[in-house]
């Protein structure tokens, strides 16, 4: 994989090579949805009402959090 950029020599460079640089799992979640689902909601919520979230984009978390709803 080659990541295009510009060296400004400030920066540590570090090479990692895969043979699948995303591999999946066959495994089950060792938490079930369910039970994390409302952390996560409350994490987000929180984060809106910190500005953390700019306003432009509170929408789009509201409607992902929506689509994601046990």
Same mark, same amino acid.
């Given at each position: 994989?080659?990541?295009?950029?510009?060296d400004t020599g400030q920066g540590?460079?570090?090479?990692?090579?895969?043979?699948?640089?995303?591999?999946?799992?066959?495994r089950k979640a060792l938490v079930?949805?369910?039970?994390?689902?409302?952390?996560?909601?409350? %994490? %987000?919520?929180?984060a809106m009402e910190q500005s953390?979230?700019?306003?432009?984009?509170?929408?789009?978390?509201? %409607?992902?959090? %929506?689509?994601?709803?046990?």
């Amino acid at each position: 994989m080659t990541l295009p950029g510009q060296d400004t020599g400030q920066g540590e460079t570090e090479v990692r090579e895969r043979t699948d640089p995303l591999p999946g799992s066959s495994r089950k979640a060792l938490v079930p949805y369910q039970e994390v689902y409302q952390t996560y909601l409350d %994490a %987000a919520n929180q984060a809106m009402e910190q500005s953390y979230i700019p306003p432009a984009l509170r929408e789009y978390v509201r %409607a992902y959090f %929506a689509g994601l709803e046990p």
